[in-house]
DNA sequence: TATGAATGAGGATTCATTCAT
DNA sequence: AATGAATGAATCCTCATTCAT
């Protein structure tokens, strides 16, 4: 796919997934022209179509790169663990990555809304093998009276939903807060939502 | 904008705009063309723009009409009513519009993940206003001591990530859980979630 | 081509020739369109094309009935009055057209300009014939000793192009003049160039 | 606006020009397509689009460097040299142009009949500011005697509107002047013209 | 590695004209 | 005599991609 030699090749392939993050994060695969990447990468078009062969190998790098990260968080969740910590803390990871990846998040949602063409098969393989695992997990707890009983599942998306709208409709939440930052308070917010929603 | 006379006018427009919304909430704006939304609208290209006279004018057509209904819910909430049963039944109108009305939903995330260009002005006034307002009564409702003490900005952010998640991630919602429908266990989740974080 | 029974009729016509006139002359063929003309006559545009048959023949009626107006005033020329007198006479009676009929002479001049594909045939038939006459009569004069001699066509050349010129040119005319009325003055100055170029 | 580079390059934008010229002062801008330029000029469509960005860009390239030519013989018109002998010296200058670069007239006087929409701004503030110059130093000459008392204003348009007939009005005067060169007599025409009116 | 040059395939929109009523 | 509806053929312009160097 892309080519992994020399030090320049690695900074320009890097320029090249960065610009691309800013530019398909903001407007989509199809609202995203090779130029407005190449400029913000500071190469001139057919520099860029050396380093991939085309559009599509560049979104389909970010995504690729981008669902490892996306997963990674989930594994990490330790069933041995207390429970209403480690279902917190991994909160607390998906909202750290909201405010520090947003781009991420919301090139991960575009792909997701427009029916995740490129992703679909990760979605019913990987991730779906993930979450029936981790609601293993969480269904084992609440059995053992650890936790409130839930729907594992639904638990799930809660996370995540609530979590990445700090990202994706950023827009929208300062929008209505104003010059509040919403991440100062946003922690404080999730964290009583799960204690409530979990401790038994 | 639109000729707005005849049946067969009205026939059309309806046609043009349910076109729209299935188009424009899949691809985005850019992601689309006119072509497609004539094709599915069942009319010529020229025909078409004989109605709207631009793809834009369509797209804003619609987004206009969206907004209505995406506020209106929020306007009904009753401050006199009993502070959690309010709450719990805005959250499932909201839920219900997301099972009834996904394209809507999905239309509207795709324009505000884009940085809302178009609608930017209605965020930051009337619907800044319109939840101003809300979390004035439901702080009011905290001081009464009638529900627990919450943030009403990012509680109202919770209800709109969750409920809106089952229509905008629709794909991966069922990539994960399979043949169930998410829709027949989400109220019950969501239901719980609300008593839990709000019930005094 | 055109119908002509009715008032109704008649009033239509009258009413497209003089919006096509006006349209005609300002954007040129190409550049105005049957909308534009049926608009500025008040008539729906399947309305206007009942009464011409298309674009062309609306500007091909005007063009006809142009032509007769132009060539008018040069038929009137009569050799047995006084030279400098009719030559005069005829010069004022172009200029006095430029005033009140600018559109006409703009159409007119667009259409030469544009290679005249729709009236080449009356240029090198009636109207060169007319001016041979013309300069007939003018070598007459000249040969008779009663204006100096001069060169008969560039004469009447130069009559159309300083006439002309204050129609066709006129936003530049009036550009650089302001606020003053170059027709005020044009007459006079007219008037002395011919006398001094003819007058023996 | 248009690249400036290597000899490729100005070779292009060069032949791109010509071609405007051609196709331009015979259709007029709306009546001009970009493809009728690229066929003329050797280039596909897209590849004309490398070197300019718009059909407007290479119309407006064309009127700004035809502006220079056109006003640039009034600048040399000289307060010190003989009246008679500089005004028809200008003359002769204008008449030449009409004769060698009749396109460029066309293309100017297309653009003024039609209104000046692009170089109005010009008309009112450079070329007016010109005339005053010149109508100062004409002014100067006859109340010295040295010329006859004329108004400048109507004296230069009438040395414009003679000379660009040539060119405007070409098809016209060939059409009546027959295989006869108007070149050929027209010079002398002006001479005398130009002479009777001025001489004292 | 890098870029200037070129192009085919769209894609939005315009517009003269036709059709049905 | 009039109009709403419809369309095919342009026409301007964009853009991913290729080619030559």
Redesign the interface.
């Known amino acids: 796919m892309a080519k992994s030699g020399t030090r320049i090749q690695k900074k320009n392939q890097a320029a090249i997934l960065e610009a691309g993050l800013d530019v398909f994060s903001?407007?989509?695969?199809?609202?995203s022209t090779i130029d407005q990447v190449a400029t913000k990468a500071g190469l001139s078009k057919p520099n860029l179509l050396y380093y991939f062969p085309s559009k599509e190998a560049i979104y389909t790098a970010l995504l690729a790169q981008l669902l490892e990260d996306w997963l990674e968080p989930l594994k990490a969740l330790d069933r041995d663990g207390d429970p209403v910590e480690e279902l917190m803390a991994y909160a607390k990871r998906k909202l750290d990555m909201s405010q520090h990846y947003p781009k991420e998040s919301?090139l991960f949602?575009?792909e997701?809304?427009?029916?995740?063409p490129r992703i679909?098969d990760v979605?019913?393989g990987e991730?779906?093998a993930l979450?029936e695992e981790v609601s293993d997990v969480i269904n084992g707890w609440a059995e053992a009276g650890r936790i409130?009983p839930?729907?594992p599942?639904?638990?799930v998306?809660?996370i995540?939903?609530?979590t990445?709208?700090?990202a994706?409709?950023d827009?929208?939440?300062r929008?209505?807060?104003?010059d509040v930052d919403?991440f100062d308070?946003?922690e404080?917010?999730?964290d009583?939502?799960l204690r409530?929603?979990l401790s038994v």
Chains 1, 2, 3, 4 share one sequence.
Not at 112 to 116: C, D, K, S
Not at 175 to 178: C, D, S
């Open positions: 903001q407007f989509g695969f199809r609202g919301r949602a575009n997701i809304i427009q029916g995740a679909g979605l019913k991730l779906r979450v409130r839930v729907n599942y639904h638990l998306f809660t995540w939903a609530v990445q709208h700090y994706d409709f827009v929208q939440v929008a209505i807060m104003g919403p308070s946003a404080r917010h999730l009583d939502m409530q929603m």
